[in-house]
Nanobody, 121 residues
């Protein structure tokens, strides 16, 4: 059983910082890309940042220069450092990972349970 466990959400004032973590656990062969998505009330889920297995990163325009995604492959963990937070960053943040269970399977998408980030003005 593969699980993604997130931590680090919470309530912060505008201009503050938070760091999200997401660790993959269980038995699997490899992890490809890992990323963070968010969903605000009444809105569709959107991509925030993605990091490839080799370290290449992409960001949504709305977070460029403020958020940094990183990963520790030895710990099967992805991080999201969020600085200069704005009220519009308020959302449930979800971790995603493309995981290959065995050499006989392809990569499939796995999702964390979500962690609430609330930015007050």
């Amino acid at each position: 059983q593969v699980q993604l466990v997130e931590s680090g959400g919470g309530l912060v004032q505008a201009g503050g910082s938070l760091r999200l973590s997401c660790a993959a656990s269980g038995t699997f062969f490899s992890i490809n890309a890992m990323g963070w998505y968010r969903q605000a009330p009444g809105k569709q889920r959107e991509v925030v940042a993605v990091i490839a297995s080799g370290g290449t990163t992409t960001y949504a325009d709305s977070v460029k220069g403020r958020f940094t995604i990183s990963r520790d492959n030895a710990k099967n963990t992805v991080y999201l450092q969020m600085n200069s937070l704005k009220p519009e960053d308020t959302a449930v943040y979800y971790c995603n990972a493309q995981i290959r269970r065995s050499v006989y399977t392809v990569h499939s998408d796995y999702w964390g349970q979500g962690t609430q980030v609330t930015v007050s003005s």
